[in-house]
């Protein structure tokens, strides 16, 4: 591991603090360093350069917050190379290293004791006047909402090109087992290891009861076109990046066919992760 990428949490003091301590730490051990802060994560233009990670990098750090770690996610775009993340405070569901053991973490990472672990990425596209309008790549979920008027959205959905429902809603959530834990957890949909491949349906505050959340498999691909024209329906991309969704707009969605590649250390366990973050077995 020759050469490593850090990047940093804008305007954080502390990030970039820790990030130039990394930096001085790394070359000391002879390894390159590429060190720069993060830029902006609200476009909802989507006309956000991305920062210009080297090819040549072995690894890649994230010194931040778990939005810290998607935007710089979405960087990587096809390229292979790992990732790792650093959390500021605690610990998150994707910067799962806490400041106080990340060195100890990363020696063990630069000694070759680590794993790789895969997650899927949903790539979703807009397609509008026959055109590829929009197309990004998600490592946490897409959604399908509306603006501040107290409308139902109402979104014909297929599977494959067969019919599913009709989703009456607020909105509709297309989430990754990595995204289990996000917006789609506090909707209702289910918690997914973020290791499985899956694609997780789930409305918004759905008008019907009975529409509950639905798990389908990676291989599917999903349609959703609104039936109804309902001013600002907007689009959004883990939460960061998006567009406003025109009359007649298709939103096709499938897995992508490039993993993102996280980085896994002895000393981190998810399941005492997610049991720390949703306080599970507290009073």
Not at 69 to 87: H, K, Q, W, Y
Not at 138 to 159: H, P, Q
Not at 207 to 212: K, P, Q, S, V, Y
Not at 250 to 267: E, G, L, N, Q, Y
Request: hydrophobic share 40%; net charge neutral; proline share 6%.
């Amino acid at each position: 591991m020759d050469h490593v990428s850090i990047i940093y949490k804008r305007a954080r003091p502390e990030a970039e603090k820790l990030a130039l301590d990394l930096q001085s730490w790394l070359l000391d051990r002879n390894i390159q360093v590429f060190c720069r802060e993060n830029i902006g994560t609200t476009d909802i233009t989507f006309n956000l350069p991305a920062i210009e990670i080297p090819e040549y990098t072995k690894l890649v750090i994230v010194v931040g917050g778990d939005g810290t770690f998607l935007s710089v996610a979405r960087f990587l775009e096809d390229r292979t190379m790992p990732i790792i993340g650093i959390n500021l405070g605690g610990l998150g569901f994707l910067t799962e290293i806490s400041t106080a053991n990340c060195f100890r973490e990363l020696e063990q990472v630069i000694e070759g004791n680590y794993r790789i672990e895969e997650r899927m990425r949903l790539k979703v596209v807009i397609v509008r006047g026959g055109n590829e309008y929009f197309k990004r790549c998600v490592l946490n979920d897409v959604v399908i909402n509306k603006g501040a008027l107290a409308r139902i959205v109402e979104l014909k959905t297929t599977i494959d090109g067969r019919y599913l429902t009709h989703y009456r809603a607020d909105g509709l959530i297309v989430a990754t087992p990595t995204g289990s834990t996000a917006y789609n957890l506090s909707a209702g949909g289910p918690i997914m290891v973020p290791s499985a491949g899956a694609i997780i349906l789930t409305p918004i505050c759905p008008f019907t009861l009975a529409n509950r959340p639905i798990i389908l498999p990676p291989q599917v691909t999903v349609c959703i076109e609104p039936e109804a024209q309902i001013q600002r329906l907007t689009l959004t991309c883990d939460g960061q990046v998006g567009c406003a969704l025109a009359p007649a707009d298709r939103i096709v969605i499938s897995a992508d066919a490039k993993p993102v590649r996280c980085i896994k250390t002895p000393f981190v366990d998810y399941f005492e992760i997610l049991r720390s973050k949703l306080k599970w077995g507290q009073n």
